[in-house]
């Protein structure tokens, strides 16, 4: 007989938590928000449901000029310097990722996109991603991240 693997079991262990707990009550979620945000816009931050916390779509906008900086490799970085400080929010940070959905309009930038985003993390503990090619994404940035990270 197989072993499963630890990932398998961790699946496993993931699914059968979610099957056999309720959804978390409206007045049980926590939308957090950065300090000093003086933005109007219909979404928060993150919210945290639990120990599940979900973070907003993510631009590596320059705060400066309020545009994405021309270089690429600055742009990874100041969209995963965002997602830090949404995270941060609840007292979590980017290894407490599970999962990551990045898009891209250019998939061209795949490989430099990875090159930086691998920095940030553990090595060998990377959350499960996808990397999906897109139509333009808003003020012009190449990247956009949203992700879900879980309390240990």
Do not use: W
Not at 28 to 40: F, P, S, V
Not at 110 to 135: K, L, V
């Amino acid at each position: 007989m197989r072993t499963p693997s630890a990932l398998a079991l961790a699946l496993l262990l993931v699914a059968s938590a979610c099957a056999s707990s309720r959804p978390p009550s409206r007045s049980g979620l926590e939308h957090l928000n950065a300090a000093g945000r003086t933005d109007t816009l219909p979404f928060s931050h993150g919210v945290l449901a639990g120990d599940f916390y979900f973070v907003a779509g993510t631009l590596g906008i320059d705060p400066a000029t309020g545009k994405p900086p021309a270089d690429v490799e600055q742009e990874v970085r100041l969209m995963l310097d965002d997602v830090k400080t949404k995270l941060a929010l609840a007292g979590l940070g980017l290894d407490d990722l599970v999962s990551v959905q990045v898009y891209c309009p250019d998939l061209a930038l795949y490989e430099t996109f990875n090159r930086i985003y691998a920095s940030y993390f553990t090595p060998g503990a990377f959350p499960a991603r996808a990397f999906i090619g897109s139509g333009p994404l808003l003020r012009g940035c190449r990247f956009e991240l949203q992700g879900t990270a879980a309390r240990r």
